[in-house]
């Protein structure tokens, strides 16, 4: 137990803190002491389970760091901001889920099944994880692209409302907008008619800048960080993908567009590759790679939804499909659980990457 | 009177066909006589308003084209390619947004924006009309297509359930299969556990291959004509669109995807032109192109949504973007009504570019 590294967890009340808590507890324990730590005034003071043990939630301070080695943060940028330089003062690493480190150039961003090995070198004593529009695709992307090279993206998202804050900041504030959007809909013909599901939602579009239910919307995220029409969002797939792979060229561009779905992200992605692919080698590749689950046969109802792959851990990838007139081009439809994979999972993965590195 | 040609319409107790009645009373009278025909056994024998004047509506015999000019048949693939050859043999022009002619080619596939001259060539007297999925987008693309030269497209759609029938044909059968899935996971907290949205539908699916509230599937229509993992919708949307367009190399892939909204499409579109395009060049010749509508301002929470469009005739057009490696690539967000320009409406328009080459 003593050699065993400290693990503080930083916020552990949201829904992607509550995911954390149940992989710590079913992982391979490779942690000492794991403590709690949470902002939010309500909650700390107050008890949660993990590995079995009742453990407090502890006010998050500075002095709450010390003896920390690994402090995982599962909070807000502000936050995240706020506290990863506290916390690598009094001497932790820190695993940060948040977009305020990601493309730092002295920070790592890690896919622990594609880039285990960048998190050794953090300067800054920081190792960030991807987004999670990212995070649903990039599993597989990048054992295609270790396979065939990759020499462009295209995606288009299909994206749940459990990656959003309400407006006001609260955890799975989308979640509570959709489901009041949705018992204003049910029952009625609303749909048919110009504006009649925009009049009957009112002003319950929460943080969405549409109505979600009966809709989609082909915006995600704030305004803030636009540019040139394109949404901070998608510019940030762009941009961590990149990083990731470790290919500071590669053309992408994705669509960013919010569904009437609670949990797990859908993207239709569009590969270019260096060599000429088939479907059966991309089948083998994927049905090869760790934390992808191939699920291709439509004939026999075999493709990712949302609503089957939510509460899984893998990337699961169908309707792989070659271009008919470009030998080197795949199209692909592929779904993850924006909270696990791709929110608490991909931390908790780098978190013990770096407590393996650290024994 | 006497020299205006009639018009029989075939089909005109589903949703396309009273949709059509619309038009066929709001636009220009072009029209002697309007026949309506319809095969369902208890429609026919009833009675219909058109040009404000209350019209029987005849059963579905081959006399009951004897003098018929124009025969617009809104009906489903079986009755069209049964009942379309009849008509023409009575001495009609045949009308057919079915998918039976379509890729014939002897038959002209026309939208009325792009290519209204081919109504000409008709060597069957036949002349079809694309699929709503292909009409959700066209228009706007071929205004582009003649501003810069299309090179390649990548399609991903967000489909509605009003273009889909029922398990056995009946109209409209997704819209109620829909309804009655959101009634079942209104005011629950489904969606966050795997399977439970299917366990609650259960065997209400309907039509579709999955569950489709608090869902996206990513397969849309019949399984038949599927070849190598593509569904014969994607295909189509190539095939309809190299045709259209007069682009018989064009390179095009479509992702077809339902998602759960009532009525009107949503495209995502990637297209790569022969030469430099840039957003402004763009929005003039979106904004100055026919049918189409601009609706492109987030800042302004300006995009089309299906919501918003839903019951309006022009295809809109928002979300415009340059890649920032490829000057030559846009991407958009574009959004029509599939029972009216990807329904109705493209059928109408070209039964009047007939007339108006017929007097």
Redesign the interface.
């Known amino acids: 137990m003593g050699d065993r590294p400290t693990l503080a967890v930083v916020g552990v009340t949201g829904a992607v803190g509550s995911v954390a808590l149940q992989f710590l507890s079913q992982h391979a324990d490779v942690w000492g002491e794991i403590r709690l730590l949470d902002a939010a005034p309500d909650d700390a003071g107050g008890e949660l389970v993990v590995r079995g043990e009742v453990t407090p939630v502890l006010p998050l301070t500075g002095a709450a760091f010390d003896g920390v080695d690994v402090a995982l943060f599962l909070v807000s940028d502000r936050l995240s901001a706020q506290w990863a330089p506290v916390a690598v003062e009094r001497g932790a690493v820190v695993v940060d889920r948040s977009a305020v480190f990601r493309l730092d150039p002295d920070v790592p961003l890690v896919v622990p099944e594609l880039n285990p090995e960048a998190v050794r070198a953090r300067p800054r004593s920081i190792v960030a994880s991807p987004g999670c529009a990212t995070l649903s695709m990039i599993v597989a992307m990048g054992a295609l692209d270790r396979a065939f090279g990759l020499r462009e993206l ?1 995606v ?1 998202s ?1 994206q749940a409302a ?1 990656a959003v804050d309400g407006p006001d900041g609260a955890d799975q504030g989308g979640v509570f907008a959709l ?1 009041e959007q ?2 204003l ?3 009625t ?10 009049r009957a939602v009112g002003d319950a579009t929460g943080p969405f ?3 979600l239910a ?6 995600t995220g704030p ?1 803030q960080g ?1 540019r ?4 901070a969002e ?1 510019l940030a797939i ?1 941009a961590e993908t990149r990083k990731v792979l470790g290919r500071p ?1 590669l ?1 992408i ?1 994705a ?1 960013c ?1 919010q ?5 797990a992200h ?1 993207m ?1 992605v ?1 590969a270019c590759f260096e060599q000429e692919v088939t ?1 059966e080698r991309a089948h083998e590749v994927l049905a090869t790679s760790p934390g992808v689950v191939l699920f ?1 046969n ?2 026999a ?1 075999e ?10 851990d893998p990337t699961w990838v ?9 030998p080197r ?1 795949l ?1 692909l ?1 592929i779904c993850g659980d924006d909270l696990r994979k791709g929110g608490a999972l991909n931390a908790v993965q780098i978190a013990e990457a770096v407590a393996a590195e650290l024994s």
């Open positions: 295209v288009s299909y459990s489901r949705l018992s809909v049910a029952g013909d609303l749909g048919t008619r110009p504006g009649d599901v925009r800048p549409a109505p009966l809709n989609v919307v082909p915006w305004l636009q040139d029409g394109w949404s998608e762009r060229d053309r561009v669509t567009v569904v009437p779905v609670i949990t859908s239709s569009h479907v291709d439509p004939g109802g493709f990712p939804t949302p609503a089957d792959v939510v509460g899984t169908g309707r792989v499909r070659r271009a008919p007139d470009d081009a199209e439809f």
